[in-house]
C-alpha cells in the first residue's frame, strides 16, 4: 500500500566565516561527524542537506571521514542538495547582482563535488523577500523553504499547511514548502515514538507531506542534545522507526515537487520567524510586544493571535544597530564598486564580507561577538586594499551610504584607512589596519534589551510545554540561571562607542562614573551634528552648542584632522561662556582581538585603571605587534575601562569584552586648545 504521509526532512549547516578552529572542530565531533556517521548506515533514508560554502570547504580539506559520508550518501540517491548564497548572506540584505553570483557560486561547489544541480534554496535565516524571486528563477532555483508561520502572517491557518504553494513576482514562478513548527519542536526533542506520531499527524490525503528543514546544530550542538541523540541513540532509533513504518515515506523535496500539484497559490509579506521579528525591535517595543502575548494567553495566541501579532522585519537590525549598519553600508558600498575595480579577488572579498552572522542578533547571531565582526573587517579592507591599490596616497572621500543625511569621510593610507562621522561628533568610526586587515574600532554600545528586564526582574518559571518529560527542552525553553556578577555587567551607555568624542563634565568626574555611563554631561558635543570640510588634507568639524547648566551658555567647538600617513595630526579649540570648574574628556574606544596581549602605558591592562598626569596614551596591541600612541600639548589625567556587554546565546548568557574605553581629561575654564597626533607603529 503507498504511503500517505511523505517525509520531507531536511538539515541545514552553518558557521561563520573563518569562525575558531576549535568550534569547526568541536561541531564535527559532536554534531557534523556522527550524523553523518549514523546516516550512511541508511542510504533508503532521503533527506535535504544545505552547507554553506565555507563550511564545506572546511569539511572537505579538514575532515575527510565526513566530507566522505557525505558523499557516499550523495552518490546512493540518499542526500538532495539545497543551495543558498555561498557564504551565508541575508538574500534581501544584497544587491541583486550579488545574490545571484553568491548562490551560482554554491551551485558550482555542488556539482563540481557532488554531480547534483540544485532545484531547491535554503532560505538564510528564512527572511523572506518576493523581491528575491526573479533572483532565484535566474540562478537555477525551483523552490524554497520557510516557516508555516511565513504563511499564517499572510492569512493561512495552520492546520492545512503541507505540500508546497506556488507564487510569482514580475510574472516569475517559484515553489514555496512550509516548514511545519510542529515538527521542528519535536526532531529532535521528544521521544521517537512522539517524533513518529508528529510525522504522521500529517496523514490526511494521499500527497500529504510532513516537512521539516531545520539546523543540523540541533542535533548535537545545542545543550544536552549530544547524549540525546547519539549516547541515547536517538538518531538511528529515529531512521529506523520512521523506515519500518508503511505509514512514512522520506522523500526528495525534487520528486515532491514533481510528482504533485500545488496547494495552491500564496503571496506572502516580508518575514523571517517569529522570534526573529520580536529581535529586531528596539527592547522596549519587544517588552510590548511580550506583554500583548501573555494578555492573549497562549492558546489564544496559536489559533488567533499569531497572524495578527509580529515583530519587526529582520533589515530594522539596521535601525536597531548603527554598528551593524555601519558593516552593511560599507558591503553596499564596496558592491557598487565592482565595476570599477573588475577583479576576481576583490569580488571574492565582497561575497565573504556580506556574511549575515556579524547584522544580527538574537538567541542568535553575532553582532556580539566581536570576533565575528572581525571576520566580515577582514573582507571589507582586504576588498578596499584592492580597490584603492593604484589610487594615491592618501586618498580623502566622502559619501552618504549610511542613510543619515550627514556626510562619512574616508582617508585611504598606503597602510591604514580612517572614517570619521560628521553626523555625529566628527568621530573617528573605522581605523584599519591593511596589513593585518583588522579594524581598532569594532566597537559596540552597550544598550538595554529585552532579555535583560528577565535577568532583573526574574518572573516565576513556568512549564512552557507539556511535552517536555517526554523528551528533552529546546533553547527556548530551558531555564538559565544568570549570577550576580553578569546581572551588575548590565550598563547602558547613551552615545555610540566610537573615538575622539568630546564631553564636557565637572570636577567629580572620575572612572567609576565613567564605566557606569552616569557622569553629569553639561554638552551637547558627544552625540550631535558637525558641520565638516573637506580639502586636499585635512578634515574640519565645527558645532556651535552649548554647556547647559542653569541655562544655555554658548560654547564652540573645532576639530582638525591632517597630515594622513602612519596616523595623523589633530587640532581642537574649545571656546565657552559658561563659568565654573568644568572638564573637557577626550573618550576614546578601541577593539582589540586579544584583551590579555594589551598594554596601557607600560601596564598590562586590568580590567580598569587611572593614570595621573600622563604626557602620552600608548596602547600595545602585542597580537598584532603594533603600538597606538596619542599624543597632546599638555598632560591629562587617564582613566579606562574594558567595556563589556552581557548577551543571551544559546547557552545562556555571556560577558563579551567589546574594547577599551579611555577618558583624557583636562580643566576647562573658559577655553582649551589642545593638539597632538595619533600614530601607528611597529613593536
Same mark, same amino acid.
Given at each position: ?16 566565516? &573563518? ?22 548506515? /541508511? ?23 565526513? /566530507? ?29 547582482? &550579488? ?5 551560482? =557560486? ?152 514533481? +510528482? ?31 506583554? =500583548?502575548? +501573555?494578555?492573549?494567553? +497562549? ?10 501579532? @509580529? ?47 556579524? =547584522? ?63 553626523? #555625529? ?29 528577565? =535577568?532583573?526582574?526574574?518572573?516565576? @518559571? ?10 528533552? &527542552? ?9 549570577? $550576580? ?6 550598563? /547602558? ?12 563634565? &565637572? ?40 554647556? #547647559?547648566?542653569?541655562?544655555? *551658555? ?29 572638564? *573637557? ?8 582581538? $586579544? /584583551? ?29 605587534s603594533k603600538k597606538i600612541k596619542i599624543t597632546f600639548n599638555t598632560s591629562c589625567d587617564i582613566h579606562y575601562f574594558q567595556l563589556k556587554t552581557l548577551a543571551q546565546s544559546e547557552h545562556g548568557f555571556d560577558l563579551s569584552t567589546q ?19 595619533? +600614530?601607528?607603529?611597529?613593536?
Amino acid at each position: 500500500m503507498k504511503a500517505s504521509t511523505k517525509l520531507l526532512f531536511g538539515i541545514h549547516m552553518h558557521q561563520p566565516i &573563518d569562525n575558531f578552529e576549535w568550534v569547526i572542530e568541536h561541531g564535527v565531533k559532536v554534531c557534523y561527524g556522527p550524523f553523518f556517521e549514523v546516516m550512511r548506515n /541508511y542510504p533508503e533514508f532521503k533527506f535535504a542537506v544545505h552547507c554553506s560554502g565555507w563550511l564545506l570547504e572546511e569539511i572537505k580539506k579538514k575532515h575527510k571521514s565526513v /566530507y566522505k559520508n557525505i558523499q557516499y550518501l550523495a552518490k546512493k540517491g540518499s542526500i538532495e542538495f539545497f543551495t543558498a548564497g555561498y557564504y551565508e548572506p541575508i538574500l534581501s540584505a544584497i544587491p541583486q547582482e &550579488d545574490r545571484v553570483e553568491q548562490i551560482q =557560486l554554491l551551485n558550482a561547489m555542488i556539482e563540481k563535488n557532488f554531480s547534483q544541480k540544485p532545484k531547491g534554496l535554503w532560505l538564510t535565516e528564512r527572511v523572506w523577500d518576493a523581491s528575491l524571486i526573479p533572483n532565484l528563477v535566474e540562478a537555477g532555483v525551483e523552490y524554497t523553504v520557510m516557516d508555516d508561520y511565513h504563511f499564517q502572517c499572510a492569512g493561512f491557518d495552520t492546520e492545512p499547511l503541507d505540500g508546497y504553494y506556488m507564487s510569482e513576482e514580475s510574472g516569475k514562478e517559484m515553489g514555496l514548502f512550509p516548514i511545519s513548527k510542529k515538527l521542528r519542536y519535536a526532531l529532535p526533542f521528544l521521544s521517537v515514538q512522539s517524533a513518529v506520531e508528529a510525522v504522521k499527524f500529517f496523514k490526511r490525503e494521499e500527497d500529504s507531506a510532513a516537512i521539516i528543514f531545520d539546523d543540523a546544530e540541533k542535533f548535537g550542538m545545542w545543550p544536552g542534545t549530544y547524549e540525546w541523540v547519539y549516547e541515547k541513540e536517538w538518531l538511528k532509533e529515529f531512521v529506523e522507526a520512521t523506515l519500518a513504518d508503511e505509514a512514512i515515506e522520506t522523500m526528495h523535496f525534487s520528486e515532491y515537487f514533481t +510528482e504533485n500539484t500545488t496547494r495552491g497559490i500564496a503571496y506572502l509579506p516580508n518575514v523571517s520567524y517569529y522570534e526573529m521579528g520580536e529581535w529586531s525591535l528596539r527592547a522596549h517595543d519587544a517588552l510590548k510586544l511580550h506583554a =500583548l502575548k +501573555e494578555q492573549m494567553g +497562549e492558546t489564544r495566541y496559536e489559533a488567533e493571535g499569531v497572524k495578527f501579532l @509580529k515583530g519587526g522585519i529582520w533589515k530594522n537590525f539596521l535601525v536597531k544597530y548603527e554598528e551593524s549598519n555601519r558593516i552593511h553600508k560599507r558591503t553596499l558600498e564596496l558592491s557598487k564598486a565592482k565595476d570599477e575595480v573588475k577583479k576576481k579577488s576583490f569580488e571574492l572579498a565582497l561575497h565573504k564580507s556580506q556574511a549575515n552572522d556579524s =547584522l544580527w542578533h538574537g538567541v542568535f547571531g553575532g553582532l556580539y561577538l566581536g570576533n565575528l565582526r572581525d571576520n566580515v573587517y577582514t573582507y571589507i579592507i582586504e576588498a578596499e586594499t584592492i580597490r584603492y591599490a593604484r589610487k594615491k596616497s592618501p586618498t580623502l572621500v566622502t559619501d552618504t551610504n549610511e542613510l543619515d543625511g550627514h556626510l562619512k569621510a574616508k582617508v585611504v593610507t598606503d597602510e591604514y584607512i580612517f572614517r570619521f562621522d560628521g553626523g #555625529y561628533g566628527g568621530q573617528l568610526i573605522e581605523f584599519d589596519t591593511k596589513e593585518e586587515k583588522f579594524n581598532w574600532q569594532n566597537t559596540l554600545m552597550r544598550r538595554k534589551e529585552a532579555y535583560h528586564e528577565e =535577568l532583573l526582574n526574574p518572573k516565576k @518559571k513556568v512549564t512552557i510545554r507539556e511535552e517536555a518529560h517526554d523528551g528533552i &527542552d529546546t533553547i527556548h525553553h530551558a531555564n538559565i540561571e544568570v549570577s $550576580d556578577e553578569l546581572k551588575a555587567a548590565i550598563i /547602558y551607555d547613551w552615545h555610540l562607542k566610537n573615538s575622539f568624542v568630546d564631553h564636557i563634565s &565637572d570636577e567629580h568626574f572620575n572612572k567609576d562614573n565613567f564605566k557606569y555611563a552616569d557622569f553629569k554631561e553639561f554638552g551637547d558635543f558627544a552625540n550631535q551634528p558637525f558641520t565638516q570640510k573637506l580639502d586636499k588634507k585635512s578634515i574640519s568639524y565645527s558645532r556651535n552648542g552649548g554647556i #547647559y547648566t542653569d541655562k544655555k *551658555y554658548e560654547t564652540a567647538l573645532t576639530k582638525n584632522y591632517s597630515g594622513f600617513a602612519n596616523g595623523f595630526h589633530y587640532k581642537l579649540d574649545l571656546k565657552t561662556e559658561a563659568n565654573g570648574s568644568f572638564r *573637557y574628556i577626550m573618550e576614546h574606544n578601541f577593539h582589540f582581538s $586579544d /584583551y590579555p596581549l594589551v598594554h596601557v602605558n607600560g601596564y598590562m591592562l586590568q580590567d580598569e585603571g587611572s593614570f595621573y598626569g600622563a604626557e602620552s596614551l600608548e596602547i600595545i596591541d602585542s597580537y598584532l605587534s603594533k603600538k597606538i600612541k596619542i599624543t597632546f600639548n599638555t598632560s591629562c589625567d587617564i582613566h579606562y575601562f574594558q567595556l563589556k556587554t552581557l548577551a543571551q546565546s544559546e547557552h545562556g548568557f555571556d560577558l563579551s569584552t567589546q574594547g577599551v574605553s579611555f577618558a583624557l581629561v583636562w580643566h576647562l575654564d573658559r577655553e582649551l586648545q589642545l593638539e597632538g597626533s595619533l +600614530e601607528i607603529t611597529n613593536v
